[in-house]
């Protein structure tokens, strides 16, 4: 079976300076794995997605994700951030054998005039 | 692309009632369809997998006879909270997966219950 953990529950960042979100996985088969973020009252939107190839991700709001096999990690990483990324970012995976997603814990993202 | 809507947004209803949510893709077809509900500050739990034309697969320890689900075809999946109790308020998302694409899951904005 799949998991993934995201450590930090909550990372404050000042606005302008860059940030990272980490996420580790553990499966024993080959994983797909996700960045979702949920704004307040909000379903949640795809930021990217690794499912083979470049293990560099771009996704959107200048979001981008690198898919580390040997380290079982798939970090999220914005240069410069925006009062407007405030929100959760929850990672997840799957493989080509379920019909699930599984979701890390969330992450919240807080940004800091 | 890939848009997946639900109706209502936000509902209030007496405990004793019934609710339905609708969960539609709107540019896609839909073969596969989940259902989640999230409580404050907390991840996704899933709750049951629909299939097109099929019954849906439950989660252990999810109730089928009080949250049930249809899914009549392939825009459109409903998920009904029958005898809604307070217990039961809570936010429901669901997902959508596009035919042809059996990794990505496209997410509904959510529908707040609320059971008084």
């Known amino acids: 079976a799949q998991s993934v953990t995201q450590l930090d529950s909550q990372v404050p960042v000042f606005e302008e300076a860059p940030v990272e979100l980490r996420c580790n996985y553990s499966?024993?088969?080959?994983?797909?794995l996700f960045w979702y973020v949920q704004y307040p009252n909000q379903g949640l939107q795809l930021l990217l997605k690794?499912?083979?190839?470049?293990?560099l991700v771009k996704g959107i709001n200048g979001f981008e994700a690198e898919f580390n096999k040997s380290q079982t990690s798939f970090h999220l990483r914005k240069p410069s951030v925006h009062i407007s990324d405030t929100a959760e970012y929850f990672c997840a995976v799957t493989t080509n054998r379920d019909d699930k997603i599984i979701f890390g814990k969330g992450t919240r993202l807080h940004i800091l005039p | 692309g890939a848009v997946v809507s639900q109706h209502p947004s936000r509902v209030i209803c007496k405990s004793g009632t019934s609710v339905k949510i609708e969960c539609r893709s709107l540019?896609?077809?839909?073969?596969?369809m989940f259902w989640y509900r999230q409580f404050p500050k907390q991840s996704l739990m899933l709750m049951a997998t629909s299939n097109e034309g099929s019954k849906a697969t439950y989660e252990q320890g999810v109730e089928k006879d009080k949250f049930l689900i249809n899914h009549a075809s392939l825009t459109l999946s409903t998920l009904t909270v029958t005898s809604a109790h307070p217990e039961d308020s809570s936010f429901y998302i669901c997902?959508?997966?596009?035919?042809?694409?059996?990794?990505?899951?496209?997410f509904g904005p959510g529908t707040r219950l609320l059971v008084l």
């Open positions: 997902s959508a997966r596009e035919r042809g694409d059996q990794e990505t899951q496209y």
């Open positions: 690794y499912l083979s190839g470049s293990t």
């Open positions: 540019d896609f077809q839909a073969t596969t």
């Open positions: 499966s024993s088969v080959s994983v797909y």
